[in-house]
């Protein structure tokens, strides 16, 4: 499996404007996202466009293209349209609000333009919509954003009518924007689009052919779990399990994924039901880490963080709902009309929900802190307290990432949840109390494997794996 930053995506050619050119801002210089923020590889430009962003576009330079529009329809209005795409980004970083009628009147522009049929139109009015859609999604427009994406979507799939060919960032961020909205079902079929395009294009996605259907197949996976069809996510797991197997199989370098992916794996079976697939799991994963040297190198750190990332996250869906006559857990805004998706990755969510998620973790942490003195004295409220260190170390696996910081605000919070849940199992001893140990010890070791510590992984592992014989004589 190829080396990548957070999701691997295949790079697209796209057409640049002749005339009107923008200039990177320092972010996407640095390496981070002009759209998101954040270092992504989903939304980054190509190289061919990067490097035509040279030149600042003025306000004389959108009346000329004005002109020559007035003047020379079929020349102008494709430049008009470009410049005025160009001039809404160089806006928005200033000031972002005031760069919605540039975004908005580009995309009018292309949406008429796009009526010819033309594919090269086709696909120009896909990226205008979908940047607009990114504009709506910063100001909180959440309605207008999966507008927008559905408007993208829809010129993507007409732009290129062979699956291998569609635009698949652009299905990927309909299918997240449906989830968000609660529209699971929906999403499902999106993503479902997306995993098919990319096993049609085989060997033209490059060296990252494996990851991309990876990521595809877990979004896939979340998706149809949130629909309720667990027995289809389970299905999409096993082919994901699968595919880990067999690169580990020929090529060593891929069994700190496999650890990962296998511990993962079985908290989200023990999760589901199916505790014997869970242990075998666990042993699978021991196995993975006994053929790893004690200690790994940073060289693959963002892959292997943003693998565990998303399957601890994912792990915690349940325990962000609220339960059936019970108020809405501690930190969730349940009443939002946007939710977040465990597990998809941070670069994906809508802006909203990030202050919200955020803003949450605040709150996890004043519940907490209630009982920085001592520990509840009953059964209940120490569960409960467990529950809301591990949702506390979820929160911020997702929000921050930086080695210093997953150290500060998830390592140290995963080792205070196994010991608050080994003093629940001492106190309380139990079927459930086992299952809550064995959690928190697999996140404690996905959590090191991600970090390069296999050796001690390997330690919480087989504390697991004891801990998990149990069961059968409790």
Same mark, same amino acid.
Not at 329 to 350: D, F, T
Not at 366 to 378: G, K, S, V, W
Not at 433 to 452: E, K, P, S, W, Y
């Given at each position: 499996?190829?080396?990548? @930053?957070? =999701? ?9 404007? @002749?005339?009107? /050119? ?19 590889? +989903?939304?980054?430009?190509?190289? !061919? ?18 002109? &020559? ?23 928005? /970083?200033?000031?972002?609000? #005031? ?9 009018? &522009? ?23 859609? #990114? ?21 993507? %799939?007409?732009? +290129? ?5 569609? *635009?698949? %960032? ?9 989830? =968000? ?14 995993? *098919? +395009? ?11 052919? +494996? @990851?991309? $259907? ?25 082919? $994901? ?5 067999? =690169?580990? =199989? ?6 700190? $994924? ?32 006994? #053929? ?5 190198? *940073? ?5 292997? /963080?943003?693998? #565990? ?64 003195? %001592?520990?509840?004295?009953? !059964? *209940?409220? &120490? ?42 199992? /001492? ?5 459930? !109390? ?6 928190? &010890? ?33």
């Amino acid at each position: 499996m190829a080396a990548t @930053t957070g =999701e691997g995506v295949r790079g697209r050619a796209r057409s640049t404007p @002749t005339v009107v /050119r923008a200039p990177v801002d320092r972010a996407t210089a640095a390496g981070g996202c002009a759209v998101c923020g954040y270092r992504c590889r +989903s939304h980054s430009p190509s190289d !061919t466009e990067a490097s035509m962003r040279t030149e600042l576009v003025t306000e004389d330079m959108i009346a000329e293209c004005r002109e &020559l529009a007035r003047l020379d329809p079929a020349v102008g209005v494709p430049e008009l349209a470009h410049g005025l795409n160009r001039f809404g980004w160089q806006v928005r /970083r200033e000031r972002p609000p #005031q760069s919605l009628p540039y975004f908005e009147e580009a995309a009018d &522009l292309w949406r008429v333009l796009a009526a010819d049929g033309a594919a090269a139109h086709l696909a120009s009015a896909s990226r205008a919509f979908a940047s607009l859609a #990114q504009l709506y999604s910063y100001v909180h427009d959440d309605e207008r954003a999966l507008a927008a994406r559905h408007q993208a979507a829809a010129y993507a %799939r007409r732009a +290129s009518p062979q699956p291998a060919d569609v *635009d698949t %960032r652009v299905l990927m961020a309909l299918a997240s924007g449906l989830a =968000e909205a609660g529209q699971f079902a929906q999403a499902a079929t999106v993503q479902r689009e997306v995993v *098919d +395009s990319y096993r049609t294009a085989g060997p033209q996605n490059g060296p990252d052919q +494996s @990851t991309l $259907i990876m990521w595809a197949q877990l979004y896939l996976a979340i998706y149809l779990d949130l629909a309720g069809e667990t027995d289809a996510s389970l299905d999409v797991e096993r082919a $994901i399990l699968a595919q880990q197997r067999h =690169e580990a =199989e020929t090529d060593p370098r891929c069994l700190p $994924i496999l650890a990962i992916w296998t511990a993962g794996s079985s908290v989200w079976f023990a999760e589901n039901g199916h505790p014997k697939i869970a242990h075998g799991l666990l042993r699978e994963s021991v196995a993975a880490c006994e #053929q790893l040297p004690s200690a790994g190198s *940073d060289a693959n750190y963002q892959f292997r /963080r943003a693998v #565990q990332g998303a399957l601890f996250a994912r792990s915690g869906t349940r325990d962000e709902r609220p339960r059936a006559g019970s108020s809405a857990p501690v930190g969730v805004a349940a009443h939002a009309r946007l939710q977040p998706v465990a597990g998809l990755s941070l670069h994906r969510w809508a802006f909203s929900l990030r202050e919200t998620y955020h803003a949450g973790l605040l709150d996890i942490d004043e519940a907490i802190a209630a009982h920085a003195d %001592r520990l509840p004295p009953d !059964t *209940d409220r &120490l569960a409960e307290l467990g529950t809301l260190i591990r949702r506390r170390a979820i929160r911020a696996s997702v929000l921050f990432d930086l080695p210093r910081h997953v150290h500060d605000e998830m390592t140290l919070t995963l080792a205070r949840s196994v010991e608050l849940e080994r003093e629940l199992h /001492r106190t309380a001893p139990g079927p459930e !109390t086992i299952r809550r140990l064995v959690r928190a &010890l697999t996140d404690q070791a996905m959590g090191h494997l991600a970090t390069g510590d296999y050796a001690t992984a390997a330690d919480d592992l087989r504390e697991a794996l004891a801990v998990h014989a149990t069961a059968d004589s409790a």
